[in-house]
């Protein structure tokens, strides 16, 4: 097996204020270094060190932050190709994560997967699925194996609302309710599947009744509040846990950014998008934190010069590291390939 | 769209053994053997299989292990995937290859890619069973050969028990395997009965097995085919030409040296195969021979395949359609330059 990527650096934010230990600022931590870090990559594809298709999280950060914050680390997780603000959360090495966007020996996959495939089996994130709906199947069979072998473990499933066009999406929810699994169904509702409005591709756009006409308990929350969102996703996580019974949270958000770095983004209207970015989460919470002074200008600066400094020391590490020797190119076809060759 | 195939039928005789048989007493063997061994699919449990094959096995290990599915291929095959990757051994039957196709996502982008593309980290040890072929008037929907389309996918191990002891052997080195594996059974193959395996014997999932030595032609065939090559062998037998059989076995990866060799004794070559000849199994290996014999043959290669039409419903029409013991013959009087 492929050895996991070293543990992340941790941010020093002991000379903050006293009264950052209020846990709502380790939240703005989070969502600024997934923000900050993304906004690296935009820059990193436009100078072609990373290429591919790259899909962006920026504006959906309270619902990485806020999912991934109530899971156990035996918990198992599942994503989709917009991935990196749920792999960070999970704690994979941001190092590993940009050494795979770089094609890198390093990399949380190897270089194999790039932006839509990060995996980290150590820490139980499972991806990583470019095929929209694709992930929510095997969240169940995750969910099968906990039950079968009684971990008392969960599975969570991220997926987009495009997924609850899929028949895959029908499927899993309707196995998940009739075997009773232990799996948190999480939709992260940005309103759009790619360039296609929610409107226009489902007749029913209500999606959380939708999922409790599978007989599973589903509501919807505010996906631009942290705290809301980690609210709604540790009463899910502990419905679950002490139930086994799956559940499902709607989680009602906006990307920013553009579909991918292809996409013009000529579907939606300017208005729209500006107001959407004043429910910003960050900017949100950073002035909720400033204006009950848990949090001072010179904190936020501190905070935003940490992050900068792991990023940085990221960006140099993984454009340091190895290529994979083409020699290895069918390695990890097999298992029994990669046997041999070591 | 479910298929009923006769009566589970206890033969009566401990010594003999039919090939339902033989998979239902590997399935029971790994799931006493390894209780992170289940089984799952359609009809599976109360039914009891829709070709009988699990017969009984919901009494001696409960629902929890022989579970019925919904109709949801691709739900229950990714579910398979997932429990695989959660530290499980499924064994996931599909009622036939033409419904797997539903659940083909599943099979090629996540079990056959998840080991590459998470850089060697998710090995996904599952096994996907399933009935194919044609033969018993079931039409179109029903009736395909399509496991040389999946025997094109890296990652996949494709097998094709054509015989009792395969049948009884090759599941368990299958979930031994720490990758997934498909197993197509022949539809045609559940009710042939013969000796009963030994249930001690070391399945191989690996080779190729010359069936029928011969010196004059090698006949390469696989699965439902096995029993028509050697049927021709045995007629070609009153031509005076002395026909080798090769059973694949191992749809992927192919073992190439047992067909090479085979062919660098016998000069000739005839692949038959219930797929399509278009893009099909038989023209990997009619291309793999001659890349890696060309110098040893002396006649051109002769492919017996199913006509490019879907499979019909009607009797005659059907038997048209397929590899039939006549068509081999004729084939291989062929290369070896003789007519009947």
């Not at chain 2, 694949?248 to 219930?274: G, K, N, Q, Y």
Request: hydrophobic share 45%.
């Amino acid at each position: 097996m492929h050895a996991p990527p070293t543990e992340p650096r941790a941010v020093d934010t002991r000379d903050v204020d006293p009264r950052s230990t209020d846990p709502r600022v380790e939240d703005l931590r989070q969502m600024l270094r997934i923000r900050r870090f993304e906004e690296r990559c935009v820059e990193l594809y436009s100078s072609s060190k990373i290429r591919g298709f790259m899909h962006l999280c920026i504006g959906e950060e309270a619902v990485s932050v806020g999912v991934l914050g109530q899971l156990g680390p035996a918990d198992a997780v599942v994503s989709t190709y917009r991935e990196h603000g749920h792999a960070l959360a999970r704690g994979l090495s941001m190092t590993a994560i940009l050494a795979e966007m770089f094609g890198r020996q390093t990399g949380v996959s190897r270089g194999r997967g790039g932006s839509m495939h990060l995996f980290d089996a150590a820490r139980r994130f499972y991806g990583g699925n470019a095929i929209v709906g694709g992930g929510l199947p095997l969240a169940v069979g995750l969910a099968l194996a906990e039950k079968m072998r009684c971990t008392g473990r969960i599975v969570a499933c991220l997926f987009g609302d495009g997924a609850m066009a899929e028949g895959e999406f029908h499927e899993s929810a309707n196995l998940a309710a009739l075997w009773r699994l232990p799996v948190v169904f999480f939709c992260e509702n940005n309103g759009y599947a790619m360039g296609t409005a929610l409107a226009g591709e489902h007749a029913q756009t209500d999606l959380a009744l939708r999922a409790a006409s599978y007989g599973m308990v589903s509501w919807s929350a505010d996906g631009m509040d942290v705290l809301a969102v980690s609210d709604a996703a540790r009463r899910a996580v502990e419905f679950v846990r002490d139930s086994g019974e799956p559940c499902f949270v709607e989680l009602h958000t906006y990307r920013f950014r553009a579909h991918s770095m292809y996409d013009p983004d000529r579907y939606r209207d300017k208005a729209e998008i500006a107001s959407w970015r004043e429910r910003d989460p960050i900017t949100a919470l950073s002035a909720a934190l400033q204006g009950d002074e848990t949090l001072s200008q010179h904190d936020l600066d501190r905070i935003e010069a940490g992050i900068i400094a792991e990023i940085d020391q990221a960006v140099a590490e993984a454009d340091a590291a190895p290529e994979e020797s083409v020699d290895d190119l069918t390695l990890f076809v097999h298992s029994e390939a990669h046997r041999d060759h070591h | 769209m479910t298929t009923i195939e006769g009566v589970v039928g206890k033969t009566g005789d401990a010594t003999q053994m039919t090939y339902r048989e033989a998979i239902r007493e590997a399935i029971r063997e790994a799931m006493r053997r390894d209780d992170r061994v289940f089984l799952m699919g359609e009809d599976v449990g109360r039914y009891g299989g829709c070709y009988a094959v699990s017969m009984g096995l919901l009494e001696e290990f409960g629902p929890d292990r022989i579970r019925d599915t919904p109709l949801s291929e691709s739900g229950f095959v990714g579910a398979g995937i997932g429990a695989a990757l959660g530290g499980m051994r499924p064994i996931v039957e599909i009622m036939t290859v033409n419904f797997s196709l539903l659940a083909l996502d599943q099979i090629m982008n996540n079990a056959a890619t998840l080991l590459h593309m998470s850089g060697g980290q998710l090995a996904v040890p599952i096994v996907i069973r399933m009935t194919t072929g044609a033969g018993r008037q079931l039409a179109a929907q029903h009736s395909h050969s399509l496991e040389g389309w999946y025997a094109h996918i890296p990652g996949l191990k494709i097998l094709a028990p054509a015989t009792i002891d395969d049948a009884r052997g090759m599941l368990w080195p299958a979930l031994a395997d720490p990758d997934p594996v498909l197993i197509f059974e022949n539809g045609s193959l559940y009710t042939v009965e013969g000796p009963a395996p030994d249930p001690t014997a070391t399945g191989d999932i690996s080779h190729a097995a010359i069936r029928r030595p011969g010196r004059d032609l090698t006949i390469v065939t696989y699965g439902g085919t096995l029993s028509k090559a050697l049927a021709a062998a045995e007629d070609l037998a009153t031509h005076g030409v002395d026909a080798e059989v090769i059973d694949l076995r191992v749809l992927r990866p192919l073992d190439d040296a047992t067909m090479v060799a085979s062919v660098a004794r016998t000069h000739r070559a005839v692949i038959v195969d219930e797929g399509w000849r278009s893009g099909s199994l038989a023209a990997e290996i009619s291309a793999r021979l001659v890349e890696q014999a060309f110098y040893d043959l002396d006649a051109p290669i002769e492919r017996v395949c199913s006509a490019e039409v879907p499979i019909p419903y009607a009797r005659h029409m059907e038997e048209a359609a397929l590899p039939q013991v006549a068509g081999i013959v004729a084939a291989s009087l062929r290369t070896v330059g003789t007519h009947a």
